[in-house]
């Protein structure tokens, strides 16, 4: 069974950044095996994909983060990062991650706050 838990969020300005870190519990060689994508759920709205990047190591990205969010992993930390760079009131959500079909159990997310 894999756990994710996501932290790092928080209440910023426009135009400033955050690294958000999605620690996978599954295993000791849990990255090396599936992919993890990143997911925000803004109020009243669905969730959705924004970054993922896959067991081999690809990266994509939601049209509006790109070139502003990068997703990037460390193994040694079985940890997930979305650093967020130029962030928009538009990117306040809270912010999740899991597989990047989204199949496994949802953990607590992590709640960014955009505004001046």
């Known amino acids: 069974q894999v756990q994710f838990v996501e932290s790092g969020g928080g209440l910023v300005q426009p135009g400033e950044s955050l690294r958000l870190s999605c620690v996978v519990d599954?295993?000791?060689?849990?990255?090396?095996?599936?992919?993890v994508g990143w997911y925000r759920q803004a109020a009243g709205r669905q969730r959705e994909l924004v970054a993922q990047?896959?067991?081999?190591?690809?990266?994509t990205y939601k049209n509006d983060v790109k070139g502003r969010f990068t997703i990037s992993r460390d193994f040694a930390k079985n940890t997930v990062y979305l650093q967020m760079n130029n962030l928009k009131p538009e990117d306040t959500a809270v912010y999740y991650c899991?597989?990047?079909?989204?199949?496994?159990?949802w953990g607590q997310g992590t709640q960014v706050t955009v505004a001046s």
């Open positions: 599954g295993g000791r060689f849990s990255l090396y095996y599936m992919g």
């Open positions: 990047i896959a067991k081999g190591g690809g990266t």
């Open positions: 899991n597989d990047p079909q989204g199949n496994r159990e």
